[in-house]
């Protein structure tokens, strides 16, 4: 069954504000400032020259970033930054990048830095299960590292630095894919940050690029142009043919959160309420519902659990599916059960999935 008006729970791509999905529908057929499809206008137009603008403008108002920062808006997703970082700031270096593997996608970043340059992994979760991060005092930094990466949330194992890493003499590269502009993150203590948009700020096919000027100047000369920072520094993100239409239904969620939402602070505050919501119940469950990841490092924005068995929880979610619940399977790395509540899932979403958690183990014991 596939019952109409589903709620997005999806890891990812995820849901997207229902004013902003208006104004996509009517943008497809015509944009009211031009008179053609959005999907139809040159990268090259001065509109589309004004929404990079706009956009860039609005991330560094929603994240307080100065000009010492790049805004840059590229392709090839979280995926290729694994390799970009590594290839601009790992060239030539002697001491080792320290990475933390905290969970399934810090540890894709780790064999792709590999290959450019030495790295260390400082910690890695697999012995606890990835089931918790780090405290304080299980990481050494050391000062002579070149930069240190690691991912603010694991999107697969529900996990979240709730501070931030490491040392303000090492650069500090995350990637924030599954959390970005979902609450005030201190930007400017970090390096380089990247974040592609199809978790919690738009469609796939633009990944958001966060560098520090002064990061650029020892990067290699002889990097392929599409993989050298300065080339879409120069072009103002307009290197080749951009993805206009992605981009612009990320500025249409920048314009969301700044206008409807009242900027990241609000959005954070919304966000806790929503994840609040759905721990509480799973901890006055009476072990119906099993939390995966350890207390004080629990995801504002994908909650995962189990259930009794394999049974049990397959027969969740085929129930949530017919009453109107998508995408609450967990990644296929873990199984169990997922609820992404990304910035544009509703606390009424959130409340309904709640009430029908309730009832399933009312109905179940
Ligand atoms: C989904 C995800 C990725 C993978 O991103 P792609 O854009 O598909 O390359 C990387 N990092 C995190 C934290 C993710 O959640």
Not at 73 to 84: N, R, V, Y
Not at 291 to 319: H, I, Q, W, Y
């Amino acid at each position: 069954m596939n019952p109409r008006n589903s709620l997005n729970f999806s890891g990812g791509p995820g849901a997207l504000p229902e004013s902003v999905l208006q104004q996509v529908q009517e943008a497809i057929m015509e944009l009211p400032e031009i008179g053609l499809s959005v999907l139809g206008i040159s990268h090259r137009s001065d509109w589309f020259a004004a929404v990079i603008a706009e956009l860039e403008t609005n991330i560094r108002t929603l994240l307080g970033l100065s000009t010492d920062y790049h805004v840059l808006l590229l392709q090839g997703g979280a995926t290729q930054q694994f390799s970009m970082a590594p290839m601009t700031l790992l060239h030539g270096k002697t001491h080792a990048a320290e990475y933390l593997r905290t969970g399934y996608w810090s540890g894709k970043a780790i064999p792709e830095a590999k290959r450019e340059g030495p790295i260390q992994v400082i910690w890695d979760g697999e012995s606890s299960g990835f089931t918790r991060l780090p405290g304080d005092d299980e990481l050494l930094f050391s000062p002579d590292a070149p930069f240190i990466h690691y991912s603010s949330n694991e999107t697969v194992e529900g996990l979240q630095f709730h501070r931030v890493l490491g040392r303000d003499d090492v650069p500090r590269v995350c990637d924030m894919s599954s959390d970005f502009l979902s609450t005030p993150c201190e930007a400017e203590r970090f390096s380089l940050i990247y974040a592609h948009a199809q978790k919690n700020i738009g469609p796939a096919g633009v990944t958001v690029v966060l560098i520090r000027d002064e990061l650029l100047k020892d990067a290699p000369d002889n990097l392929p142009g599409f993989l050298d920072y300065r080339s879409h520094v120069k072009a103002h993100s307009n290197f080749n043919t951009p993805p206009v239409f992605a981009i612009y239904v990320v500025l249409l969620v920048t314009r969301w959160l700044l206008n409807d939402i009242g900027g990241v602070a609000n959005m954070h505050q919304i966000n806790r309420s929503k994840a609040e919501l759905l721990y509480r119940l799973l901890d006055q469950s009476n072990g119906f519902y099993r939390g995966r990841a350890a207390v004080p490092d629990r995801s504002t924005m994908n909650v995962t659990f189990n259930l009794a068995s394999p049974e049990m929880e397959k027969r969740f979610l085929a129930e949530a599916a017919a009453a109107g619940f998508s995408g609450l399977g967990g990644h296929r790395a873990v199984g169990g059960i997922r609820a992404s509540i990304y910035n544009a899932v509703t606390l009424q979403a959130v409340e309904r999935l709640a009430g029908f958690m309730d009832d399933f183990q009312r109905r179940a014991v």
